[in-house]
């Protein structure tokens, strides 16, 4: 069998669960729980519009927070802490061993090891200048 490499510019879905398959096949092999589920906690405000919330993916037993926004009108009026706890219980009632997420240093560090979480790494100048952190929750049963 020959095998060539080549660049995809701009791939396709397709292409990308082309090359998820075989590897969720592999962890399914050696771990449970590698399909994801998504959830979100939507912020909407009197007319239904959606103008914030936080959604993660469940994975592994763990909860992964892939984005966080809190609307600017309402920032420090625990909006933010309401909608990390919310995550918290819903990763308890699934079982999960904890949270993780990754943040930039302009956005949310501070508010983050407030909640309880402590960091686990970081990327320096990712983007230039800046830090790239990543935080985890183990929660407590």
């Not at 092999?29 to 914030?52: C, F, Q, Y």
């Not at 892939?66 to 420090?76: A, F, H, I």
């Not at 819903?90 to 999960?96: G, K, S, Y």
């Amino acid at each position: 069998m020959n095998l060539r490499i080549e660049l995809s510019q701009n791939p396709t879905e397709e292409q990308r669960q082309a090359i998820l398959k075989p590897l969720r096949a592999y962890n399914g092999s050696k771990a449970e729980g590698n399909v994801p589920e998504h959830i979100a906690l939507l912020v909407r405000d009197d007319n239904d519009e959606i103008l914030g919330g936080l959604h993660g993916r469940l994975f592994y037993q763990w909860l992964y927070i892939d984005l966080l926004v809190v609307p600017e009108q309402s920032r420090g009026q625990g909006l933010g802490s309401k909608l990390m706890r919310m995550a918290e219980d819903l990763a308890r009632e699934r079982r999960c061993v904890g949270l993780w997420l990754d943040t930039f240093e302009f956005q949310a560090p501070a508010f983050y090891r407030k909640c309880g979480y402590s960091e686990f790494g970081h990327i320096a100048d990712y983007p230039p200048g800046h830090k790239h952190f990543f935080f985890q929750k183990r929660l407590t049963y």
